[in-house]
């Protein structure tokens, strides 16, 4: 396992490394209830939604949520700013994967299975916490393959701007329940005494040995 610890101690230093290990506790019907009445801004460039509490006379009432980039920014602890870029030349982006032993055609897909050991287990962390797909995380989508060229390359890149972007473009389309725990964490920073019942707990699964051991086809 010597070979993973270079890439954990490296994440943990990263400035995504918040994003990855934080331990919120994410109540599902707080998830919920942001994304039923969540709205989108433009001229502001503002998510707004609404969590329900009782009062003290156990009445329900409506608590806003706002949040911008810079909010998104501040509680994830991303450290980018706006004038960050937020797109890599591909050329860049191919020159940096085929130096983390991609074993492909770099004219063709790009799946974390094509990739040594270490570097396999680095981009499905960024995959798995980043990413704003339901599904089909073999293949990183490219600002997936941005993200990951910038934090090898330690080039400035603005992350918070780009899952701002993935949030409100949700908020327009066919929405889901997309980045639950940063939802969750940006309500946790705004409402301090929401009801927190243990059954409501979303469940998330982990990495462990064993699903390491899958990952990265050893026994």
Same mark, same amino acid.
């Given at each position: 396992?010597?070979?993973? +610890?270079?890439?954990?101690?490296?994440?943990?230093?990263?400035?995504?490394?918040?994003?990855?290990?934080?331990?919120?506790?994410?109540?599902?019907?707080? $998830?919920? #209830?942001?994304? +039923?009445?969540?709205?989108?801004?433009?001229?502001?460039? #503002?998510?707004?939604?609404?969590?329900?509490?009782?009062?003290?006379?156990?009445?329900?009432?409506?608590?806003?949520? =706002?949040?911008? $980039? &810079?909010?998104?920014?501040?509680?994830?602890?991303? !450290?980018?700013?706006?004038?960050?870029?937020? /797109?890599?030349?591909?050329?860049?982006?191919? !020159?940096?994967?085929?130096?983390?032993?991609?074993? &492909?055609?770099?004219?063709?897909?790009?799946?974390?299975?094509? @990739?040594?050991?270490?570097? +396999?287990?680095?981009?499905?962390? /960024?995959?798995?916490?980043?990413?704003?797909?339901? !599904?089909?995380?073999?293949?990183?989508?490219?600002?997936? #393959?941005?993200?990951?060229?910038?934090?090898?390359?330690?080039?400035?890149?603005?992350?918070?701007?780009?899952?701002?972007?993935?949030?409100?473009? *949700?908020?327009? &389309?066919? =929405?889901?329940?997309?980045?639950?725990? @940063?939802?969750?964490?940006?309500?946790?920073?705004?409402?301090?005494?929401?009801?927190?019942?243990?059954?409501?707990?979303?469940?998330?699964? *982990?990495?462990?040995?064993?699903?390491? =051991?899958?990952?990265?086809?050893?026994?």
């Amino acid at each position: 396992m010597t070979p993973f +610890k270079d890439v954990v101690k490296f994440l943990r230093e990263s400035r995504v490394n918040k994003a990855l290990t934080n331990r919120t506790i994410v109540y599902e019907s707080h $998830v919920r #209830m942001f994304w +039923k009445s969540v709205r989108y801004e433009e001229k502001e460039k #503002m998510i707004y939604s609404a969590i329900q509490k009782r009062d003290e006379n156990d009445k329900k009432v409506d608590i806003e949520i =706002k949040f911008n $980039v &810079g909010d998104l920014r501040r509680v994830l602890d991303l !450290g980018d700013t706006n004038d960050d870029p937020t /797109i890599v030349s591909e050329r860049l982006c191919k !020159g940096v994967w085929c130096r983390m032993g991609f074993e &492909g055609n770099a004219n063709g897909k790009f799946l974390k299975s094509m @990739f040594t050991r270490p570097y +396999k287990f680095l981009i499905h962390c /960024i995959v798995h916490a980043l990413s704003h797909r339901k !599904g089909a995380y073999d293949e990183p989508s490219d600002y997936i #393959m941005n993200i990951i060229t910038c934090l090898v390359l330690n080039r400035p890149h603005n992350i918070s701007q780009v899952l701002f972007d993935h949030l409100s473009d *949700n908020i327009r &389309g066919e =929405k889901y329940i997309m980045y639950p725990m @940063f939802i969750q964490m940006m309500i946790d920073d705004q409402v301090t005494d929401l009801p927190k019942d243990p059954a409501d707990v979303m469940n998330f699964r *982990n990495m462990t040995s064993d699903t390491l =051991k899958r990952l990265i086809n050893i026994s």
